[in-house]
């Protein structure tokens, strides 16, 4: 004799408690309104920080650029100033140096007036240059812009140029 397989009771009929508890059907959408609200804030809070970090990391680059700048051409015209042409020439960029020899730059900045004083601007650095307001031996005031460019080996600023 075979037996039949056991096959389970019919459900019983209505009215009948589930053997979980039902998932609450009011305020969903606000939970979930409170939840998306929740990690909207989250994220506008870490991408603010980013870019304030970023608004104040080119801040100060500039501001390091800026120094850097503002010592080379300091140096440079403090050289002219006191007549140590050959410090002056020792401070050039190289390919002002190719383009002129250290006779032939003495003799250029002897012949011309010799600047007194002088007042720097900030660095632009798209184009490499530092506005000059410049004050001559007989007084008279120029506006002038320092060329630079960077010593490839150390990285530091150099003048190449200090013209109108």
Known sequence: MTTAP?????????????????????????????????????????????????????????????????????????ALEARLYDDAYGQLCAQARRAESASEFRTRIEGGQRITDWQLGALDTINMTVPVDATYEDGQRDQLEASLDQNTSTGAFEVCELGE
């Open 6 to 78: 056991h096959v389970p009771a019919p459900p019983p009929g209505p009215g009948v408690q589930p053997p979980f508890p039902a998932p609450p059907v009011e305020g969903k959408g606000k939970r979930i309104g409170w939840g998306l609200g929740i990690g909207a804030g989250v994220v506008l809070l870490i991408c603010g920080g980013g870019v304030a970090a970023l608004i104040g990391l080119g801040t100060s680059v500039q501001g390091a650029l800026d120094e850097q700048a503002h010592a080379a051409v300091d140096d440079y015209l403090e």
